[in-house]
């Protein structure tokens, strides 16, 4: 009849193995404190897998002849919440080393068949072990440990002794190095800003005198001067320039719309002239396009229940030169219904003046620009917003609230958008990037940060589109970007 066979559990860290000389279990019967891993390496492999290679010095190894240690190796995760056994190797004393072959020799089935390698000890002797073993890769395991579990069997008085230390030196985190970098914004030496309105004052039928007691013109009016009051009274800014530009709608002739134009745009301008006296003359610049057939196609477009739609705009779009046979075409379409819509509801709102009132804004102080950014950031250059970012501090709510307002004053300046993204992903605010983002300039640098942002979600597919995008917009840092991602990825694959 076999003996009884006990076994109990042994368990210790690689680290502590790596460290010769250090007793473990102090006067406790086990084995695991006298062996040595005397080379180690862990790797992922191309395949996906985990290779674990290590030599294990057997060298202070004594064994009793009748004992068997069966040594599991553990890969368990930084956190030890998860765990993954390796297939174990063996070591036999004397004695039990010819049992098991006995018995395999006899029974004809292995006494260890998930063993890497079964030794028998010859204590006292110089004796190398090595182990070669592979599992599938999980991403737990990045950052984790390797434990030693040991078990021995043929002995009644095994002592317990558990004992366990960490280690995070195998599969090391892997963190991608992306350029991207804060943009230093350029100086603007002369700070030119301009704003541009719509004018609608209602002439009578073929005439260009502006009535300000005809229909809505008071109100019009007064818009008007208020706007541009509001620059001519800021002691902030100077005038450069005010630009009327007047429109006409495509009923009657082409030549004289274009007259009309241009007789209600001067007229508008020479209004105005009398009205904001304070202004120098000499700003004012009037220029006329007779009928805006660009402008009609906005119209009928924010009416998408017009009847016969589709025929209408490619009317306008295919209308040459002969602009009255375009307007006869329109006036044919049947129903005639049609024409009076476009008449009634269309045509009118592109008989207007537009002014644009240019303007010069001074440089302001940095505590000036404090109180400047909470109202009217876009009169501050980006270099001004981005002083008064920094004066707050990288990473403040204040930095990040200021170089938002930046990107919302100026969504088509690349500097402002990559600034403010940035400051959005190191608050991790990411999402947000990413929307900032979607809304700005295709600029090469601004696909790059996208791809940065993209990876530090997760979602790598979307990530290598951006980086690739920016790469094919000539921004070169983009396609290191590419290649660290692609390690990365497959790094992180399973």
């Not at 009076?340 to 002014?355: H, V």
Request: contains cysteine; negative net charge; aromatic residues 6%.
């Amino acid at each position: 009849m076999m003996e009884e066979r006990l076994m109990k559990k042994h368990i210790i860290s690689l680290a502590i193995l790596l460290a010769s000389g250090v007793s473990v279990f102090g006067q406790n019967t086990t084995y695991l404190s006298e062996i040595r891993i005397t080379d180690r390496q862990v790797v992922k492999t191309s395949d996906r897998q985990v290779n674990v290679k290590m030599e294990v010095s057997l060298d202070e190894l004594d064994i009793k002849r009748q004992h068997s240690l069966r040594v599991v190796p553990v890969i368990l995760s930084a956190d030890g919440t998860q765990e993954r056994e390796l297939p174990p190797f063996v070591i036999n004393g004397k004695v039990r080393d010819k049992v098991q072959q006995r018995m395999e020799t006899l029974d004809g089935v292995s006494a260890n068949p998930d063993a890497v390698v079964t030794v028998r000890r010859k204590n006292g002797s110089s004796q190398v072990l090595s182990y070669d073993a592979s599992v599938p890769f999980q991403r737990w395991m990045i950052g984790g440990n390797i434990q030693l579990r040991g078990y021995v069997t043929g002995c009644a008085l095994c002592d317990d002794g558990d004992e366990t230390a960490t280690t995070g030196d195998i599969l090391p985190e892997m963190t991608p190095e992306y350029y991207s970098p804060v943009m230093k914004p350029k100086e603007e030496i002369v700070k030119r800003r301009s704003e541009t309105r719509s004018a609608r004052v209602q002439f009578r039928q073929n005439s260009s005198n502006i009535r300000p007691d005809y229909k809505n013109n008071r109100a019009e009016l007064d818009s008007v001067r208020q706007s541009i009051l509001l620059v001519k009274d800021n002691n902030d800014l100077t005038i450069t320039g005010i630009y009327v530009t007047g429109y006409a709608s495509p009923e009657g002739s082409f030549d004289y719309n274009m007259t009309l134009s241009e007789r209600r745009a001067k007229s508008f301008t020479e209004y105005i002239k009398e009205d904001l006296k304070g202004i120098d003359p000499s700003v004012y610049h009037v220029d006329w396009k007779g009928e805006d057939w660009a402008g009609l196609r906005e119209e009928v477009q924010k009416h998408p229940k017009l009847l016969k739609i589709d025929e209408v705009l490619n009317i306008i779009d295919n209308c040459g030169d002969d602009k009255d046979a375009c307007e006869e075409q329109i006036k044919g379409l049947v129903p005639p219904e049609i024409y009076q819509r476009l008449l009634n509801e269309m045509y009118g709102p592109i008989r207007r003046n537009e002014y644009r009132v240019e303007y010069n804004v001074r440089h302001f102080s940095l505590e000036e620009g404090r109180q400047m950014i909470k109202t009217r950031p876009d009169l501050m250059s980006v270099s001004e917003i981005q002083q008064v970012a920094d004066s707050y501090g990288k990473g403040s709510p204040e930095y990040v609230d200021c170089l938002m307002r930046g990107a919302k004053a100026y969504p088509n300046d690349v500097t402002a958008v990559n600034n403010a993204a940035l400051a959005l992903m190191e608050a991790d605010r990411t999402d947000e990037a990413i929307r900032l983002l979607d809304n700005a300039p295709q600029a090469g640098e601004l696909l790059n940060l996208k791809g940065v942002a993209y990876s530090k979600l997760g979602d790598y597919e979307q990530a290598e589109k951006a980086f690739s995008a920016a790469q094919a917009k000539g921004y070169t840092p983009a396609g290191e970007n590419l290649t660290q991602l692609k390690k990365y990825a497959e790094y992180m694959a399973e």
